[in-house]
């Protein structure tokens, strides 16, 4: 099946710092991404969706100029926690889909548990 | 808007004994289901989806699911579990069409005991 990579899958930094998260398609063109993050013991929140090649769609509530959605290509797209706080600690989850697909051919990376002191 | 529901936070079971994961969900049209499930550390594996047809559904791991509209529920089962499959499993709900965005349930945290 389908794999999407997810790097890295663990990270530590300090307050005031950037992280960024990679999610490539590794067998398929992913035309279009989705980024989630998940709190301990709850479920997973879609913070954005991206098109390869055009700005990201935020969900209410997410700071689009925290949360930096990079798309620049049809296998990668990054996500950039800009000045991460302690209350930016999560596990960072994306997931991935073809050109026409629906979400029965959807992928899901491993994950990045952010730790930020 | 559409949410899922799921009653329980953790269940135990013992390795060999059936399995019934509960999911419940709130979509004013015709919901596209999935159940996913989730090792520690791990991203997310489907199991099964429903979009139509034979509400008994079949998926990967001897599991299955029953929808069940008048309940507007989408139950997860297993006949006989395997130590292998304590995990946390999350049920959601999706469009079809459209921006095709999912909702997910809090997931049920299953642990096996021997």
């Known amino acids: 099946g389908a794999v999407v990579s997810q790097h890295p899958s663990w990270v530590i930094c300090k307050s005031g710092t950037s992280v960024k998260i990679e999610c490539r398609s590794l067998?398929?063109?992913?035309?279009?991404m989705f980024w989630y993050r998940q709190f301990p013991k709850q479920s997973l929140m879609l913070m954005a969706t991206s098109n390869e090649g055009s700005k990201a769609t935020y969900e209410q509530g997410v700071e689009k100029d925290k949360f930096l959605i990079n798309h620049a290509s049809l296998t990668l797209s990054t996500l950039t926690v800009t000045s991460a706080h302690p209350e930016d600690s999560s596990f960072y989850i994306c997931s991935a889909r073809g050109l026409g697909s629906t979400n029965e051919k959807l992928f899901f990376g491993s994950g990045t548990q952010l730790s930020v002191l | 808007a559409q949410s899922v529901t799921q009653p329980d936070i953790h269940i135990t079971v013992s390795e060999g004994a059936s399995l019934e994961l509960r999911c419940n969900y709130s979509y004013g049209a015709t919901p596209y289901l999935f159940w996913y499930v989730q090792s520690p550390g791990q991203g997310l594996q489907l199991l099964l989806k429903?979009?139509?047809?034979?509400?008994l559904v079949q998926g990967i791991k001897g599991f299955e699911a029953e929808f069940k509209r008048s309940q507007s529920s989408f139950n997860l089962r297993k006949p006989s579990v395997h130590w292998s499959d304590a995990a946390e499993y999350f049920c959601?709900?999706?469009?079809?069409?459209?921006?095709?965005?999912?909702?997910f349930g809090t997931g049920t945290r299953l642990t096996i005991i021997p």
């Open positions: 959601a709900v999706g469009e079809v069409f459209g921006n095709e965005k999912l909702t």
């Open positions: 429903y979009f139509s047809g034979d509400t």
């Open positions: 067998d398929f063109q992913a035309t279009t």
